[in-house]
């Protein structure tokens, strides 16, 4: 703990948008202490990622490192719990069709190397330092901390970036965090061997296998490993904890299309339990602080947008930061367009997500039509690209009337 205590910025979490954050800050030559309580490698859910991840690996220097940790995913495939076959949405459709695969990887390997490369890019990185505490003023920010040893320090900066997942330091502190006004999940996860693909060029795909009271993953890893886990309304979850590897078992068990990828199977390493996870903060920006990734919000892992989002928003409170260190005047109109871009994506996958579980959803996923190139405007949002204006919005907001009308059709409001 004898490092230095004064510096330009905070990056408080040492997870994929803190690392990235911390990078390429310190590489534009700016003092960053990085804080991250735990040491990595430290295991980590979220391992499916997006092709529109390989831009920022490749900008952050990481991409040959990235594949060689990952397994090619080339698309996500949708099945129901029966087995009755499924329906993939090929990455190679998007209309974009820039990036053509993402990766899946196991978030020990992948977190620890993002977080080696802001070390590299000269971010002091410290890790087994947890922040307690932060004081917010007009000249400075002051950050308690503890280390190991459990003795305190306090570091101050300029400038402060939340990074700190679901542990939502800043949320919790300035009483910000509000659970999601509609939206609840709670899920069980493990990694098993043994678990059969799919076929042929669709080896490495995502499958998603919707069932009544929720939806599962398959994600392929590396060394023959694959990631399990149920999402599932809460209450479908109360009274797992301490017989998690069994109850992911018997619910595994009960939906045919995934007992029958298990049939050779064995479950590697403990099943683990996360409840409502369904969160976003009033506000994600105030005087010399920002959020950054989860530390903000997270709705649902469905379509595997959490690490993709968190690092984008990470690259652009990057840039914020430093044209707000050199002309403090900016920030407000600086913060106010960081949030209105973060606020699009994440809004973009809400409305997808708070409607994935419902029939009319499940159909038009199951049966795709491509009538106004709709079915590749939904695979470019699969992809994770979003944020542009023109092409992709316009064809899914012909996707959101047609799932309007099917709605009025099945009976439903909208
Ligand atoms: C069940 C489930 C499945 C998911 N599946 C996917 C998926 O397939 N694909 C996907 O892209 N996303 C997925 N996600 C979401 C993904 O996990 C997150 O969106 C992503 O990890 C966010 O990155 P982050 O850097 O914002 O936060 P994190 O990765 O959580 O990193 C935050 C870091 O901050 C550290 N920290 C916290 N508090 C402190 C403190 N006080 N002091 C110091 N350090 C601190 C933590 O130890 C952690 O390392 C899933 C989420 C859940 C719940």
Redesign the pocket.
């Known amino acids: 703990m004898s490092k230095a205590t004064r510096c330009d910025l905070i990056v408080?979490?040492?997870?994929?948008?803190?690392?990235?954050a911390a990078a390429l800050l310190a590489r534009a030559g700016r003092r960053v202490v990085l804080?991250?309580?735990?040491r990595?490698p430290?295991f980590?859910?979220?391992?499916?990622?997006?092709p529109m991840?390989l831009p920022i690996f490749a900008r952050l220097g990481v991409l040959e490192q990235v594949a060689a940790i990952g397994v090619e995913k080339p698309g996500a495939d949708f099945a129901d719990a029966t087995d009755a076959g499924h329906t993939t949405y090929a990455f190679a459709r998007a209309l974009r069709g820039e990036y053509r695969y993402a990766f899946?990887v196991k978030?020990a390997e992948l977190?620890q190397l993002l977080f080696q490369n802001a070390a590299r890019a000269g971010a002091d990185a410290r890790e087994g330092?947890?922040?307690?505490d932060v004081q917010l003023d007009d000249s400075e920010v002051r950050v308690t901390?503890r280390g190991e040893s459990g003795e305190d320090q306090t570091l101050s900066a300029r400038y402060l970036i939340d990074?700190?997942?679901?542990?939502t330091?800043l949320g919790n502190k300035l009483r910000l965090k509000e659970n999601h006004p509609s939206h609840r999940?709670?899920?069980l996860?493990a990694h098993f061997s043994g678990v059969a693909r799919r076929q042929g060029d669709e080896a490495g795909n995502?499958s998603i296998v919707r069932f009544d009271d929720g939806w599962v993953?398959l994600?392929p890893l590396r060394e023959d490993i694959t990631?399990i886990?149920a999402?599932c309304r809460p209450e479908r979850l109360e009274g797992v904890r301490g017989r998690e590897t069994e109850a992911l078992a018997e619910l595994l068990a009960g939906l045919p299309a995934v007992a029958r990828r298990l049939a050779s199977a064995s479950q590697v390493g403990p099943a683990r339990l996360?409840g409502n996870?369904s969160y976003r903060s009033r506000a994600m920006t105030g005087p010399r602080w920002l959020m950054?990734?989860?530390?903000?919000a997270?709705i649902?892992?469905v379509f595997?947008?959490?690490?993709?989002?968190?690092?984008r928003?990470?690259e652009r409170a990057a840039e914020l930061v430093h044209d707000v260190l050199h002309r403090p005047e900016r920030e407000a109109a600086l913060q106010a367009a960081y949030a209105k871009e973060v606020n699009k994506g994440l809004e973009e996958f809400s409305w997808f997500i708070c409607r994935f579980m419902e029939p009319t959803m499940g159909r038009l996923f199951a049966r795709p039509n491509n009538l106004l190139k709709m079915e590749q405007a939904v695979t470019s949002l699969l992809s994770g690209d979003v944020f542009e204006p023109g092409l992709v919005r316009l064809r899914l907001l012909a996707f959101k009337a047609v799932y309007g009308a099917s709605r009025r059709r099945d009976g439903a409001s909208p």
């Open positions: 408080l979490g040492g997870g994929p948008a803190g690392s990235t804080l991250e309580k735990d990595h430290r980590h859910i979220g391992e499916s990622l997006l991840n899946q978030r977190d330092v947890t922040a307690r901390v990074a700190s997942g679901r542990d330091f999940s709670a899920a996860f995502i993953w994600i990631s886990g999402v996360t996870y950054v990734g989860d530390a903000h997270f649902d892992p595997s947008s959490g690490v993709y989002l968190a690092m928003s990470a």
